[in-house]
C-alpha cells in the first residue's frame, strides 16, 4: 500500500479499518484514568498494531508541578522515536471512553509541527461496537523512528500568557469543565483544588460535543462555537489538567476555527497560583 497523508483532525473506525494494514500508519492508544474516577480502562484490549502513548510519564515533563504538563521538544522527539513514530508516520490516536484524552495526544502532535494525525471518533468503544477484531495488549519494541519535533508556540499557552489575555480579554477563554464546576457548584475532582474560574472566561462543556462518546455533528459542533465567538477570534481553551481542554480545540478546527491555542495547566495551575 502506498503512503497516507492524514489532512482531517478526525477519523472513522470504518476508515481506519480500511486503512489498518498501510505501511506508514500508526496507531496509538493514549488511554489514561479521569481524575476522581474510577479506574474504568479496558485494560487487557486494544486495536490490532496499537502502540501505547503514555500521556503521563513518556510524553509529559514529570518535573513539572503540575499534572500533564507540556514536554520539551526533546522529551517528546525521543518518546516519539521510541515508539517507532517517523516524520511521515499518518498517527491515529484513541482512548478507551470514546473522546477524552486522545484529544490531549492529537494536540501534542500539533503544537509539535506534525500534522498528519487525527483523533479517532468514538475510540475503542467505537471500535468494538463495531464488531472489529481487537487484541490482547502486550509489550512491544520497535524500531526507533525518525520523528523530529518542531514546537510551535502559537498553540500553547501558560500561566502569564492567560493571565495577560484575561486581563486585556484579547482572546475569549473556554472553559470545558463541566457547568456545575464552571459555577462552583461541585467541588473540584482533584484533591484539595479550589473551586472557581478564570476571570472573562465562559463555559462550553466538552460533553456538549459528543453523544455517547461520538462526536456530534460537524454543524451542530459548529453552531456551538458560533453562539461564542466568530471565526476572526482568537481562542484559548481551558479546562481542568489541559486534558479535555482539548476536545474544544478538536472541535473548533472541525469547525474551521484557525485562531486557536489550549491553556496548558489549566484551572489546575491557575486555581492553584491565584487565591480566590
Known amino acids: 500500500m502506498s503512503k497516507l497523508i492524514i489532512s482531517e483532525p478526525v477519523v472513522s473506525v470504518e476508515w481506519l479499518h480500511a486503512n489498518l494494514n498501510a505501511e506508514n500508519v500508526i496507531i496509538l492508544d493514549a488511554s489514561i484514568k479521569k481524575v476522581g474516577g474510577p479506574d474504568d480502562s479496558k485494560s487487557d484490549i486494544q486495536i490490532p498494531n496499537t502502540r501505547f502513548f503514555d500521556l503521563k510519564e513518556a510524553f509529559s515533563d514529570t518535573s513539572a508541578p503540575f499534572p500533564t504538563t507540556f514536554p ?14 517517523n516524520k511521515d508516520s499518518a498517527i491515529v490516536v484513541y482512548d478507551d471512553k470514546g473522546i477524552y484524552s486522545s484529544a490531549r495526544a492529537w494536540w501534542l502532535f500539533k503544537a509539535m509541527g506534525h500534522n498528519s494525525v487525527a483523533v479517532l471518533d468514538g475510540g475503542l468503544p467505537a471500535w468494538i461496537q463495531a464488531g472489529y477484531k481487537t487484541e490482547l495488549k502486550q509489550e ?9 519535533a518542531h514546537y510551535k508556540p502559537e498553540l500553547m499557552m501558560f ?9 486585556t480579554k484579547s482572546h475569549i477563554i473556554i472553559d470545558a469543565r463541566s457547568e456545575a464546576r464552571f459555577k462552583s457548584l461541585v467541588p473540584e475532582p482533584r484533591a484539595g483544588l479550589r473551586s472557581g474560574t478564570i476571570p472573562n472566561s465562559v463555559n462550553l462543556p466538552f460533553e456538549d460535543l459528543l453523544d455517547d462518546n461520538v462526536l456530534k455533528s460537524s454543524d451542530v459542533i459548529e453552531a456551538k462555537f458560533k453562539k461564542l465567538a466568530n471565526k476572526e477570534t482568537s481562542l484559548v481553551f481551558s479546562c481542568g489538567s489541559g486534558i479535555t481542554a482539548c476536545v474544544l480545540a478538536l472541535g473548533a478546527e472541525i469547525s474551521g476555527y484557525k485562531n486557536i491555542s489550549v491553556y496548558d495547566g489549566s484551572w489546575t495551575e491557575w486555581g492553584s497560583l491565584v487565591p480566590e
Open 72 to 85: 520539551s521538544e526533546e522529551q517528546f522527539t525521543k518518546s516519539a522515536q521510541a515508539l517507532g513514530i
Open 159 to 167: 500561566f502569564n500568557d492567560v493571565k495577560r489575555v484575561s486581563e
Open 140 to 148: 512491544s519494541q520497535f524500531n526507533k523512528g525518525d520523528f523530529q
